[in-house]
């Protein structure tokens, strides 16, 4: 389950933005972003949501512990471009041909696919710098 090979790539994905992105939080980028992140690590509770369900899927073991690929693509890359319309429907509906499962079944993922998005999102934007969020206090 889980494999090693992601390690080298761990050190090289996560701190890559050296000037903040402009759509680093939520509050006060017009309200585009659908997380809040504070100092990289510190997130909103739906954005938590959405890191716990990406745990308890195990969506690391193809898309990597950092989301940065491995058997299924890069989700820092997918999610630049994907709208969230296709995100929701590739995660529950899947790509059964092409080895991405359906995440219908799992309750936990439908009732915070929202929240997934927004985690998955704000790792993409780097806005979230490491993979392993806690709760803004
Ligand atoms: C068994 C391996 C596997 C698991 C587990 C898995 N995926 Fe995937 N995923 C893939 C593969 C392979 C693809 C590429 C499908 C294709 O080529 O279109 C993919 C594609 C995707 C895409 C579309 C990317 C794009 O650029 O179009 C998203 C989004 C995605 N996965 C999210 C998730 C999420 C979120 C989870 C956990 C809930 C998850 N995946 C679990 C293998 C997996």
Known sequence: MA?????????????????????????????????????GTKVDPATMEGFRT??????????????????????????KTLSKQDFTTTVLEGRLAKGMPTFKTSPQVVAHIDDLYAYL?????????????SPIQ
């Open 54 to 79: 990406w745990r308890a899927a195990a969506c690391d073991r193809c898309h990597g512990a950092n989301q940065e690929g491995m058997v299924g693509p890069s989700l820092i890359a997918s999610l």
């Open 121 to 133: 999102k704000g790792r993409s934007d780097g806005a979230i710098t490491a993979a392993k969020v």
């Open 3 to 39: 494999t090693a090979p992601a390690a080298s790539a761990v050190a090289a994905t996560p701190a890559a933005p050296a000037t903040p992105a402009p759509s680093a939080k939520s509050a006060g980028a017009g309200g585009a972003a659908p997380y809040t992140v504070e100092g």
